[in-house]
């Protein structure tokens, strides 16, 4: 049933411009930030042979992509008043949240695989002997696929508070938003060593930025493993709380 709500999804985002516009627009962003705009983020810009600015960029790009993916995911089934015959179905909640969730989650991966293209290009630009540490590049892809899903199910847990789309997309913005910068902001302005770590340590940047240097931390992946099972509980609370 979850792979049947995965289906749904993905006819429901392919048959309109929504992924389309989603994911060509983060891959033409990513495209011009990397190679065409003199930016930070500009891999000619930054030690030849480092693939690092890309794992920079993607996240300010997700705070954007993720959430619009995750606006519509309950919101137009309010609006539409398809909820409640959803409701009808000989479905389990988890199922529903789960079947969701994948569809957006394959989008996502839809958009960022064609991202490898940037290494393997970058790679050409190397000397003969030089080559890119692609143990590393795919340890900060696997940071990037669990932080995206850790932005999707946030996501997908505005879009639940609201029946309106832009209302569930600015809020889904909030919460990766909050999730990702919020805490070191506010870590910053705490003198206690103790406290500052235990704040700081609630942001998914630093875990994030951790893995993405291709160091395997249990810390890091308890921290994602740990809130999106929390978000995919809430999300499942909120779907049950609409259902009463």
Known sequence: MMWTIAKRELRMYFGQLTAYLVVGGYLLLTTLGLWFFD????????????????FE????????????????????????GTFELLMTKPIK????????????????ISALLPTLLHAYFLEQLLQANDHLDWGVILSSYGALLLLGLL????????????????AAF???????????????YLAEGINDLFWYQWINNLGASLHYYGLSRGVLSFDDLAYFIGFIA???HIGITLIQKKRQ
């Open 151 to 166: 932005f999707s199910v946030s996501s997908m847990c505005a879009s639940l508070l609201f029946q309106s789309q832009v």
């Open 39 to 54: 930016t930070p983020f500009n891999l000619m810009n930054s030690e030849l042979g480092s693939f690092t600015p890309f």
């Open 93 to 108: 909640l988890y199922e529903l949240f789960a079947g969701k969730l994948l569809g957006i989650f394959l989008i996502f």
């Open 170 to 184: 600015l809020s889904g913005l909030f919460l990766c938003f909050s999730q990702f910068y919020m805490w070191s």
């Open 57 to 80: 960029l993607s996240p300010l790009l997700f705070l954007f992509l993720l959430p619009a993916l995750g606006m519509r995911s309950f919101s137009e089934e309010f609006s539409l």
């Open 230 to 232: 929390l978000f995919f």
